[in-house]
């Protein structure tokens, strides 16, 4: 079997796939990309059992055949290349599932082991529920969830995002117990029935470096226990997480009474300056009229730091204190200039919004507060 292609198209159709390749296996199957050969296409698939990944790379060839390759000598060598034509000559053992790959380049000749043993195979599935959205809305609900997920083993479904599908709307939720938030979109097609999905965490990363900018289609299977993201030239299926998802919307508070309006970007900064001071990583937020102030302390070495900011708030004086990582990280995922903050006592959950003039919120990033010492 012998194909011809460039360094660069094998190299990034290899780069997709050994995502799903794990970083340990018992299994020499896992550690290996599969290339399989058919007139003139050359589909590479890749799995760790519960992820699998195949790509599609253009080559010249009349061969057919399947072959497996150690995934992480392949793409070694791969990466140590410049761009230029290359050709893979694979030749068999006798009485043997054992193998060579030759490799000719412009400048070198190279080998490496090759196996004609068994690939793992994707089981035939009916995935029946397809749900269409634009890339940048599937990209946007990564970017504003992952980050939430916690990675608490003891805790697998929140090691994921939720995902429900209702008529012709998507709510995407993810927490790790400190905080929450729920990111709603519109898809492009509609759902008859209410369904809900917990796509494990590494899933959606491995998404979001994969399918930047092309059109994906998203399907689930009849069990609900598997999904698959498809592109013109990607596909990856994945397990979902089985396990029940907590009931989120028992912890969003509705009766926050208190809302602070301030410049996102001005808080976000202060917080991160601020938060540097604290011996634990704690701070201490203030707010009364037009003014907040924000401030942390390490008492064992002496250090304090204290920023005012003007802000718009309606309610009684409070002072509440934050976990400043948690606030800092939803504030950067707010992208709008101004943030609305909704908050009710020191020991209440507190709502991060972005501030729309013209449209109602499709985001909030819940942040429980910490016990503060007076």
Do not use: W
């Amino acid at each position: 079997m012998k194909f011809t292609t460039t360094i660069k198209k094998l190299q990034d159709a290899v780069g997709k796939v050994i995502l799903a390749v794990p970083s340990k296996s018992l299994d020499a199957r896992f550690d290996n990309v599969h290339l399989t050969l058919d007139e003139g296409q050359l589909t590479l698939f890749a799995t760790d059992g519960e992820l699998s990944i195949t790509a599609k790379c253009e080559v010249t060839s009349t061969d057919r055949g399947t072959v497996g390759i150690r995934a992480r000598t392949l793409q070694d060598f791969l990466r140590s290349m410049y761009d230029t034509g290359v050709t893979f000559d694979i030749e068999r053992q006798q009485v043997s599932d054992l193998g060579v790959v030759h490799i000719a380049t412009d400048k070198g000749r190279y080998r490496m082991p090759c196996s004609f043993g068994a690939k793992p195979e994707n089981l035939e599935r009916n995935f029946d529920l397809a749900i269409g959205l634009q890339p940048a809305e599937l990209q946007d609900i990564i970017h504003k969830t992952l980050f939430a997920c916690s990675v608490d083993g003891m805790r697998p479904a929140m090691m994921g995002v939720l995902f429900e599908f209702e008529g012709n709307g998507i709510t995407a939720v993810a927490t790790d117990g400190h905080r929450l938030v729920r990111c709603r979109k519109k898809t492009t097609t509609e759902t008859a029935e209410k369904h809900k999905i917990v796509v494990p965490a590494r899933v959606l990363s491995s998404i979001q470096r994969l399918l930047q900018n092309e059109e994906v289609r998203m399907a689930v299977d009849a069990e609900r226990r598997n999904v698959r993201f498809q592109s013109e030239n990607v596909e990856l299926e994945s397990a979902l997480i089985v396990e029940p998802y907590p009931n989120y919307e028992a912890v969003i508070p509705v009766e926050n009474d208190k809302q602070l309006i301030a410049e996102r970007v001005q808080i976000h900064d202060s917080v991160k300056r601020v938060g540097k001071f604290s011996s634990i990583g704690d701070l201490k937020i203030t707010v009364q009229g037009d003014m907040m102030k924000i401030m942390a302390e390490n008492a064992s070495e002496g250090e304090s730091a204290q920023e005012e900011l003007p802000c718009k708030f309606s309610g009684e004086e409070i002072t509440i204190g934050f976990n400043s990582r948690f606030v800092e990280a939803a504030l950067a995922h707010i992208e709008t200039d101004e943030v609305s903050i909704e908050l009710s006592s020191p020991t209440t959950a507190v709502i991060f919004k972005p501030k729309h003039e013209d449209r109602q919120e499709d985001l909030i990033i819940l942040v429980m507060p910490v016990r503060i010492n007076n």
